[in-house]
C-alpha cells in the first residue's frame, strides 16, 4: 500500500469520525501557500485558494494535489531560540525522541487518526526536556500529506483530536498566537526531501 494510499484512509477515517466534508479540510493546504507566500526560502511561494484546492487532480480519494508536498532535493536543519545566546555556537538541545510505530500494518492499527510514533516520540522529548505541551510555542510537524499535519498535532497532544481543522480555519494557529505551527509553510511550502522526517518543538 502506498504513502498517499494510506494518508486517503486516514482522511477518510477522520472527516467520518469528526463530521467533516474534504473542503474543511482543506484549510491546511491553503494555509501552508498562504505561509510559503511570506517565506523567501520557500519552494511553493503562491497562494492557494479553495477553489485551487477543490479543482486539483485526485491523487488517492480524498487527497488532491494540492494536499502533496513536492518532491524535492536536499535538506536542512534549524533550532530556533526566542532569546540569544551569549555564545551563538552553543545551542542547547532540550530533548530528543524517536518513534517506530508507523509501518505497523494497517490491520493491526487501533485508529488510523492517530500516529503512535509521533505520540511516543513527542513525550519521550517531554519527558528528556523536563516541559509539558503548554510549554510548547512553535512546532514544525510532518506534512508530506495534509491529513499527516493535522494528525501529527494532535498525536502530539498539542491540539484536540479533531480539533486542527477548526482551529486553523479562525487563525487559531497563525503566528502571534499561543502555539504557532509551520510557520514557513511546511513541507507543503518547503518541499519534502525523501527521508527525513521531521517534527522540531521550541518552548520557553
Request: with cysteine; charged share 20%; aromatic share 6%.
Amino acid at each position: 500500500m502506498t504513502p498517499a494510499a494510506q494518508a486517503a484512509m486516514a482522511m477518510k477515517e477522520y472527516m467520518i469520525k469528526y463530521g467533516y466534508d474534504y473542503e474543511d479540510l482543506a484549510i491546511w493546504p491553503i494555509k501552508m501557500h498562504e505561509r510559503g507566500s511570506k517565506n523567501p526560502l520557500a519552494y511553493m511561494k503562491k497562494q492557494a485558494s479553495l477553489k485551487d484546492v477543490l479543482e486539483s487532480e485526485v491523487v488517492a480519494d480524498p487527497l488532491r494535489l494540492y494536499d502533496v508536498a513536492p518532491a524535492v532535493d536536499g535538506s536542512a536543519a534549524v533550532v530556533l531560540c526566542n532569546k540569544p545566546l551569549k555564545n551563538d555556537a552553543v545551542i542547547r538541545v532540550d530533548g530528543i525522541g524517536v518513534g517506530g510505530a508507523y509501518g505497523t500494518y494497517m490491520g493491526q492499527r487501533d485508529s488510523l487518526t492517530e500516529l503512535y510514533s509521533v505520540r511516543d516520540a513527542t513525550n519521550m522529548a517531554l519527558r528528556m526536556a523536563h516541559a509539558t505541551t503548554s510549554d510548547v510555542k512553535l512546532v514544525e510537524v510532518h506534512d508530506t500529506y495534509s491529513i499527516l499535519g493535522m494528525l501529527a498535532l494532535e498525536s502530539m497532544g498539542l491540539v484536540r483530536p479533531g480539533e486542527t481543522p477548526r482551529l486553523l480555519s479562525t487563525g487559531a494557529l497563525d503566528a502571534g498566537n499561543k502555539l504557532v505551527v509551520n510557520a514557513g509553510g511546511g513541507l507543503k511550502s518547503m518541499g519534502f526531501p525523501g527521508g527525513v522526517p521531521r517534527v522540531c518543538m521550541n518552548w520557553r
